[in-house]
């Protein structure tokens, strides 16, 4: 039996709460918050040394539970990986233990995850934002924040001061191919855009 | 005249500790030459000893998992050509092999052979920047003139194949854009014959130099357990002494058909990953050789992929079946099964991964790109301290990051 398979197996047997997850390609394995530290340990015991990945997922608005964050372990000697995901219980203020005592590495994954989807990790040496800046007030790859973004201040106050530029929503609000986020007209924003302003019920300019 | 300064009794004064000493902050980057793009470190100096290292990134955030939720699969190809910047084909594969897990799509092998052929020449355009900035870093200039010049002639290849110099956006679900053109195989032995003594003539440049080897040798040690602990991937990870390598460990792309040795190094310091990357460059060469000699006949995409990539023009403009069908992949994006698939691939500057979950549909509902640079650079904070400023310099030049990969 691959390593993978082996080490899942004896996941199950000493932890109860472990249930199979449903998967396209590599061993994964469901794992009750409570438990998840006990069971990446004994994975990392098991030669699943190398902690590759911490992805956050979010389920949607209102879906229970709402986020998951998803682990990746590689053993870097039988060349196997394997899924470990672990439900946040609490969708107002999602909370899992840290790895980053397993895996130094883990600081940063988590700190993204934090940054991104405002999911805490109790116990982490310095939990902070990591490619926003600090202050910033939303989670952006929580699914009801908005693909434009918001329009929020800059870090700097005497840089907004100065500049009166706070960091503004992109230009693709309502649509990948819209030229501008506000009223103005297409037509006349974009002025290689195909004039479509007349209709049957209007005469096509200038005709 | 000269002016003598003398302080006769400032020794006396320091050991009796009447000097105040305090640690200096010094914010390095985000526009510096060694930060390779825009990293910036916020050191804490005791002297010219680093004492503390937060790296401070994010200045090239630009969202791209929050891009790739909201567009069809086929649409955020371009967009992986800006991950890793200096190898887009060997990114354009990851991805496009990530999405073919989740659609169970197997390309021909020819396409598989023109996909290990681009990847590997795009490790050698990103492994000769990464070498000719490192030389720059460590005060070497003229290893950069001698790399791009080479670098050059990789991407008049490039372009003769893909259209584009730089972002490439070669491959497709389920295959590459377009077949390689007639004679350009041909060019790329002959490149790679012409290009291994004048590799070898680069390496001469450093291998033995005083001042590089001063500069590198002993500096930044990386042990294995922290390679490891710290998620390093590729030739850091291979200059730490850990034989990992995903090309050979779990293949993909019909590497399992080449024959080529991993390089591994055995103090990590930054002169290890140096050579770790000059010999990486020599085994792609053997690889490249050995895919045009094996070149398959064949299709360049595979004919399940029909239903993902979007048919010819030509038959779009004249028959009703290709029409409907380019209107469903561009309005609603290729049909995927739902469900989780994780992928890494062995790129140049580690393992590039994709995790995708996806619900069905055209559209990824979650799309996570594990970046090496990210990871690389995280080990930051612990191998810097203890370092003087300028070794901080030659720390960075060997972990050779990209901050459009580690920023996403």
Same mark, same amino acid.
């Given at each position: 039996?691959?390593?993978?398979?082996?080490?899942?197996?004896?996941?199950?047997?000493s932890?109860?709460?472990?249930?199979d997850?449903?998967t396209l390609?590599?061993?994964a394995?469901?794992?009750? &918050?409570a438990?998840?530290? &006990?069971v990446?340990?004994?994975?990392?015991?098991a030669?699943?040394d *190398?902690l590759?990945?911490?992805? #956050?997922?979010?389920w949607?608005v209102?879906?229970s539970?709402r986020?998951?964050?998803v682990?990746h372990?590689?053993?870097?000697?039988?060349?196997?990986?394997?899924?470990?995901?672990?439900?946040?219980?609490d969708?107002?203020?999602?909370?899992?233990?840290s790895?980053a005592?397993?895996?130094p590495?883990a !600081?940063?994954?988590?700190r993204?995850?934090?940054?991104?989807?405002?999911i805490?990790?109790?116990?982490?040496?310095?939990?902070?934002?990591?490619l926003m800046?600090d202050?910033?007030?939303y989670?952006?790859?929580?699914?009801d924040?908005?693909?434009?973004?918001?329009?929020?201040?800059?870090?700097?106050a005497?840089?907004?001061?100065?500049?009166?530029?706070?960091?503004?929503a992109a230009p693709?609000? #309502?649509g990948?191919?819209?030229? @501008?986020? +506000?009223e103005?007209?297409?037509?006349?924003?974009?002025p290689?855009?195909?004039d479509?302003?007349?209709?049957?019920?209007?005469?096509?300019p200038?005709? | 005249?000269?002016?003598?300064h003398?302080? &006769?009794?400032s020794?006396a004064?320091?050991?009796?500790?009447?000097?105040?000493t305090e640690?200096m902050?010094?914010?390095?980057?985000p @526009?510096h030459?060694?930060?390779?793009?825009?990293l910036?470190l916020q050191l804490?100096?005791?002297?010219?000893?680093?004492?503390k290292?937060?790296?401070?990134?994010g200045?090239?955030h630009r969202?791209?998992?929050k891009?790739?939720?909201?567009?069809?699969?086929n649409? $955020?190809?371009?967009?992986?050509?800006r991950?890793?910047?200096?190898?887009?084909?060997?990114?354009?594969?990851?991805?496009?092999?990530?999405v073919?897990?989740?659609?169970?799509?197997?390309?021909?092998?020819?396409?598989q052979a023109?996909?290990?052929?681009t990847?590997?020449m795009?490790?050698?355009s990103?492994h000769?920047?990464?070498?000719?900035?490192?030389?720059?870093?460590?005060?070497a200039?003229?290893?950069?003139?001698y790399?791009?010049?080479?670098r050059?002639k990789?991407?008049?290849?490039f372009?003769?194949?893909?259209?584009?110099?730089?972002?490439?956006?070669?491959?497709?679900?389920? +295959?590459?854009?377009?077949?390689?053109?007639?004679?350009?195989?041909q060019?790329v032995?002959e490149f790679?014959?012409?290009?291994?003594?004048i590799?070898?003539e680069?390496?001469?440049?450093?291998?033995?130099?005083?001042i590089?080897?001063?500069?590198?040798?002993?500096?930044g040690?990386?042990?294995?357990?922290?390679?490891i602990?710290?998620?390093?991937?590729? &030739?850091?990870l291979?200059? @730490?002494?850990?034989?990992?390598?995903?090309?050979?460990?779990?293949?993909?792309?019909?590497?399992?058909?080449?024959d080529?040795?991993?390089?591994?190094?055995?103090?990590?310091d #930054?002169?290890?990953?140096?050579?770790?990357?000059?010999?990486?460059?020599?085994? @792609?060469?053997?690889?490249?050789?050995?895919?045009i000699?094996?070149?398959p006949?064949?299709?360049?995409?595979a004919?399940?992929?029909k239903?993902?990539?979007?048919?010819?023009? !030509?038959?779009v403009?004249?028959? *009703?079946?290709e029409?409907?069908?380019? $209107? *469903?992949?561009?309005?609603?994006?290729p049909?995927?099964?739902a469900?989780?698939?994780y992928?890494?691939?062995e790129?140049?500057?580690?393992?590039?991964?994709?995790?995708?979950v996806s619900?069905?549909?055209?559209?990824p509902?979650r799309?996570k790109i594990?970046?090496?640079s990210?990871?690389?650079?995280?080990?930051?904070?612990?191998?810097?301290?203890?370092?003087?400023?300028?070794?901080?310099?030659s720390?960075?030049?060997?972990l050779d990051f990209v901050?459009?990969e580690c920023?996403r």
């Amino acid at each position: 039996m691959p390593a993978a398979a082996d080490a899942i197996a004896a996941l199950k047997a000493s932890w109860p709460g472990v249930t199979d997850r449903a998967t396209l390609d590599h061993p994964a394995v469901n794992v009750p &918050p409570a438990d998840l530290l &006990p069971v990446l340990g004994a994975l990392k015991a098991a030669g699943f040394d *190398m902690l590759t990945d911490v992805a #956050g997922v979010d389920w949607a608005v209102g879906a229970s539970p709402r986020f998951t964050v998803v682990y990746h372990l590689l053993s870097t000697a039988a060349h196997e990986y394997v899924r470990v995901a672990a439900d946040c219980a609490d969708v107002a203020l999602p909370e899992l233990p840290s790895a980053a005592a397993l895996w130094p590495g883990a !600081d940063w994954h988590e700190r993204e995850a934090f940054d991104m989807y405002g999911i805490r990790f109790t116990g982490h040496p310095d939990l902070r934002r990591i490619l926003m800046w600090d202050g910033y007030p939303y989670f952006p790859l929580r699914k009801d924040f908005p693909l434009a973004g918001i329009e929020t201040e800059l870090p700097d106050a005497e840089v907004t001061a100065e500049t009166k530029v706070g960091a503004i929503a992109a230009p693709m609000m #309502g649509g990948p191919f819209v030229a @501008s986020a +506000g009223e103005i007209n297409l037509t006349d924003a974009e002025p290689r855009a195909k004039d479509e302003s007349w209709t049957e019920k209007r005469p096509k300019p200038g005709a | 005249m000269a002016v003598e300064h003398v302080f &006769p009794d400032s020794a006396a004064k320091n050991a009796q500790g009447e000097f105040e000493t305090e640690k200096m902050s010094l914010s390095m980057g985000p @526009s510096h030459p060694s930060t390779h793009g825009v990293l910036r470190l916020q050191l804490e100096l005791d002297g010219e000893v680093v004492t503390k290292a937060d790296p401070v990134i994010g200045y090239l955030h630009r969202g791209d998992e929050k891009i790739a939720e909201n567009m069809t699969y086929n649409q $955020f190809v371009p967009y992986t050509d800006r991950l890793d910047y200096l190898a887009p084909l060997a990114n354009n594969m990851a991805y496009a092999l990530a999405v073919e897990k989740l659609a169970k799509l197997e390309v021909p092998a020819r396409c598989q052979a023109i996909r290990v052929i681009t990847a590997e020449m795009a490790r050698i355009s990103a492994h000769l920047l990464g070498l000719g900035a490192f030389g720059i870093d460590v005060g070497a200039w003229t290893v950069f003139l001698y790399s791009f010049t080479e670098r050059e002639k990789l991407y008049k290849l490039f372009e003769e194949l893909t259209g584009a110099r730089f972002t490439t956006s070669y491959a497709r679900i389920g +295959g590459v854009a377009r077949d390689v053109p007639a004679g350009w195989n041909q060019k790329v032995v002959e490149f790679c014959d012409q290009f291994l003594p004048i590799l070898e003539e680069i390496l001469a440049l450093l291998t033995r130099n005083k001042i590089f080897t001063d500069r590198t040798a002993g500096v930044g040690v990386i042990s294995k357990e922290d390679a490891i602990a710290y998620g390093l991937t590729g &030739p850091n990870l291979r200059a @730490s002494g850990v034989p990992l390598d995903l090309r050979k460990d779990k293949p993909y792309s019909g590497y399992e058909k080449y024959d080529f040795d991993v390089a591994v190094g055995r103090n990590g310091d #930054g002169y290890d990953r140096y050579l770790v990357r000059g010999e990486e460059m020599r085994q @792609s060469c053997r690889i490249i050789k050995q895919a045009i000699a094996q070149f398959p006949e064949g299709k360049w995409y595979a004919e399940d992929a029909k239903r993902i990539i979007a048919p010819p023009k !030509d038959k779009v403009l004249t028959s *009703m079946e290709e029409l409907i069908q380019n $209107f *469903m992949i561009v309005t609603e994006g290729p049909q995927m099964p739902a469900g989780e698939v994780y992928f890494e691939a062995e790129n140049p500057k580690g393992a590039l991964g994709f995790y995708i979950v996806s619900k069905g549909g055209g559209v990824p509902w979650r799309l996570k790109i594990r970046a090496p640079s990210f990871c690389n650079l995280s080990i930051l904070p612990k191998v810097c301290v203890g370092a003087m400023v300028s070794d901080v310099v030659s720390i960075l030049g060997s972990l050779d990051f990209v901050m459009g990969e580690c920023d996403r």
